[in-house]
């Protein structure tokens, strides 16, 4: 098996090179990932600059772009052929309105859009130390998840609790949650003068959702949550066409939503 790896932390990042050792269990490996950090760069891609691969070791690149882009120039030019995309292990959760923001899972769900089983791992704690631990722990874990990833195609989004809290609890297949960060902005002047702006959001409130994955960390199991990116909101469709129609502008035409089924 031909294993893809990404993140969002960098290629230098403790978490990749943990993920890597513990997947060259399985097969052979091969690193696509950004030159430095990308956190919160979302699914961008990038189309007005020219990009840059360098070799670090073999079949480990660097690439000066964001997470879709090494997954799009892994797949659309180096032409490796991977059949699964590993991203992670990121410094911190990836839960809830998180998966909006987050370069990590969207490296997952740029491979499966392309048709590749694709998992976004992360951990809750993000000091490196930590991280490193997880590697004793992290071989079962993928021992389970990669055979499920491999038969139900699409990306995962896994959330491993603080190594602290190990042994865990058990895994838990869940829906995303609600996470809140606090709304702050952060006004300062630089040398000349001039105001420039850190986005913060310290606080994080989480509320008690069951099935959730935010729950699922708090009672210390593991979530994995199916992804997909269809943003369609379904069960509104035919409420928005009896809308527009109300207010005076008939839809030509009435999608319906697909056969889960199908």
Known sequence: MRILLTNDDGIHATGIAVLARVAERFGEVWVVAPD???SGVSHAITLFKPL???QIQP????CDGTPTDCIYLALHQMQIAPDLVLSGVNAGPNLAHDVLYSGTVSGALEGAHWGVPSLAISHCNSKETD???LEPMLGEILTTLLPTALELGGALNVNLPSVHRAPYAGIAVTSLGRRYYSNEVIERNDPRGQPYYWIGGAKVTMPDLEGSDCNAIRDNLISVTPLGDDLTRHASVSRAAELLAHHGMRPATTASAPDPGA
């Open 59 to 62: 079949r480990w690149f660097a």
């Open 131 to 133: 991280i490193a631990a």
């Open 36 to 38: 430095t950090e990308r």
């Open 52 to 54: 840059r691969l360098k």
